[in-house]
């Protein structure tokens, strides 16, 4: 009988699914187009950074950009060798195939590279996944990692399922299985960035490592609440809201390259109660630029910041 992941679709799913497939299908600019290479270097930065940054990693933007062009960065020499792990594997993520459990070994041995013994294999002991010292995860037993995998693998390429779907499934059972000793996080956002890209190029530029990075804890609770109900459908609800949320802020920005500031103004619209930090992840720009056209905003009276200013968010007038 061939493997069947636990998982059932929510209609608030059924609505984003379609919703994100016509905002795929409205797009009319592709990788290679000049708004797409403007923001390609930005946004491999980005993605490491903050695919790291889940792990651990505490360099910035700014030394991640310097470590990409070369120069010295004077930061402990793990975190150094992690950033130029990542670089390694981003450079070549076009070229990797996500329906291939090789390519995923290969991608896994270049990102964990002189960081574990045996990088790019599968673990050979037990393992669990700890949250303020607390296991809040144990893992499958080793011996039947490589079954698990060759079943999921099996699964995601004979699925008649929507990709947006068995992107979500792929990364919450591989997050599950948890294959390697370490490096699980980083690989499992990576790979389901890649099912998204081959499904349609334009999430080359809204990679998944971004999207988790701002909503952390909703990240893991929605891991959690599926491995609770041993269904993932809390997990592909997370996932597909924040695939919607950063294509709305992708469309505003490409349809106004010019007009940052309108762009920000219609991502609120959309995302009422956005903070300032979410609004340059999702819009590919810096923090300051998005304050600054914010404060722009907020004088011509066109949006409103409410609530206290730890948890507070901009709303439109």
């Keep these: 009988m061939r493997y069947q992941p636990p998982f059932h679709l929510s209609a608030d ?18 990788p290679g187009g000049a708004f797409e290479l403007k923001l390609r270097r930005a946004n491999q930065i980005r993605t490491i950074q903050a695919s790291l940054a889940i792990e651990g990693n505490t360099l910035s933007e700014e030394q991640v950009s310097e470590i990409l062009d070369g120069k010295r960065v004077a930061a402990p020499l793990r975190q150094i060798q992690e950033v130029r792990n990542a670089i390694a594997v981003y450079d070549i993520a076009e070229k990797l195939d996500p329906y291939s459990e090789d390519d995923l070994l290969r991608a896994h041995g270049m990102m964990m590279a002189a960081l574990m013994d045996h990088p790019g294999e599968f673990r050979r002991g037990g ?3 700890v949250k303020k010292n607390e296991v809040v995860h144990l893992a499958p037993p ?3 990692v490589p079954r698990q995998m060759k079943d999921l693998f099996a699964w995601l390429k004979k699925s008649a399922d929507h990709p947006l779907v068995r992107s979500c499934v792929f990364h919450y059972e591989f997050e599950f299985i948890h294959p390697f000793g370490d490096g699980n996080g980083r690989i499992g ?13 334009i999430f080359l530029q809204l990679p998944v490592e971004t999207m988790i990075y701002s909503n952390q804890d909703l990240y893991y609770q929605a891991i959690n609440a599926s491995s609770a109900a041993n269904d993932s459908g809390a997990f592909i609800d997370f996932m597909l809201r924040e695939i919607l949320n950063a294509l709305r802020g992708y469309m505003s920005l490409q349809e106004n390259p010019d007009d940052p500031a309108e762009a920000i103004f219609r991502y609120i619209q959309n995302n009422p109660g956005v903070r300032t930090g979410m609004l340059a992840e999702k819009l590919s720009v810096s923090r300051r630029t998005a304050e600054r056209h914010l404060q722009t905003l907020k004088r011509a009276g066109k949006i ?5 200013p730890r948890n507070g968010g901009y709303y439109p007038k």
Excluded: H, K, Y
């Design 13 to 30: 799913a059924v609505n984003m699914i379609a919703e994100i497939a016509a905002l795929v299908e409205r797009s009319t600019v592709r």
């Design 189 to 201: 956002r990576l790979w389901q960035s890649l099912i998204l890209a081959q499904w349609d190029p």
């Design 304 to 308: 409103e910041f409410r609530g206290a």
């Design 127 to 129: 393992v669990g996944v």
């Design 142 to 144: 080793a011996r039947l």
